[in-house]
């Protein structure tokens, strides 16, 4: 079942889920107790892996993923003039010191 969990990057959002249908049946059920099956409702507890769509990820979750996006964030503005800034005063007093020779 969770093989068959996919997901795909729309803008700023993740959406996640089960595609193959017969994946996405037991997936269902796992999340609901299977509700409105023949045979099982209400005798299989519910054992949630993915929250409903009216549902969030559990806090832990969104915070790991937070921490893996950090690393793949853009630097601010402000990030990169400054490291624009601090290279060119390098840049600068090597060629100082290249022409004035150390003195």
């Known amino acids: 079942m969770l093989g068959a969990l996919n ?7 993740i959406i996640y889920g089960i595609t193959d249908e017969d994946q996405a049946a ?3 059920g796992h999340n609901t107790g299977m509700k409105g099956h023949k045979f099982l409702e209400n005798k299989v507890p519910v054992r949630k892996f993915i ?12 915070n790991g993923i ?21 290279s060119s005063v390098i ?13």
Do not use: F, H, T
Request: glycine share 8%; no cysteine; hydrophobic share 30%.
């Open 51 to 62: 929250p409903n769509p009216d549902e969030r990820l559990r806090l832990e979750i969104r």
């Open 26 to 28: 037991k997936a269902y």
């Open 7 to 13: 997901y795909r990057i729309d803008g700023n959002e």
């Open 66 to 86: 937070d921490n893996l996006l950090d690393g793949y964030r853009m630097p601010e503005v402000e990030e990169v003039e400054e490291e624009i800034q601090a």
């Open 91 to 103: 840049e600068r007093r090597s060629v100082l010191d290249l022409i004035l020779g150390g003195l």
